[in-house]
């Protein structure tokens, strides 16, 4: 039975969500890494090199910014997340003060 695959970093949380089902042999086969030393990465033991994610990011089709910081969509291609509008001060307000008036 396989151990699960879990990280201290989420760099390497990333890198295993990267890797998938695909066996960590099979997929260290592809990259071109030794499966002891990217079960160091994933595990964050060591970090893996700009080299090794940029192949990583071009074999898997991920952004490497989503990557290496958690920021964008992890896929490349994928439209970003739209982000939450601001709401403003002003809108808070005015609710405020109608419920104020409401239930005078």
């Known amino acids: 039975m396989a151990r699960a695959t879990t990280s201290k970093t989420e760099l390497g949380q990333r890198l295993i969500a990267v890797r998938g089902k695909e066996s960590r042999v099979d997929y260290c ?45 992890m896929r490349l291609g994928e439209p970003e997340a739209p982000q939450a509008a601001a709401i403003e001060t002003e809108f808070f307000v005015a609710v405020q003060e109608t419920i104020r008036k409401t239930y005078r």
Do not use: C, D
């Not at 079960?39 to 991920?62: C, D, M």
């Open 29 to 73: 086969a592809k990259i071109g890494v030794k499966e002891a030393t990217y079960r160091y990465y994933e595990s964050g033991k060591n970090p893996p090199s700009i080299e090794i994610l940029s192949k990583i990011s071009e074999i898997q089709r991920v952004n490497l910014n989503w990557l290496i910081r958690g920021e964008g969509p």
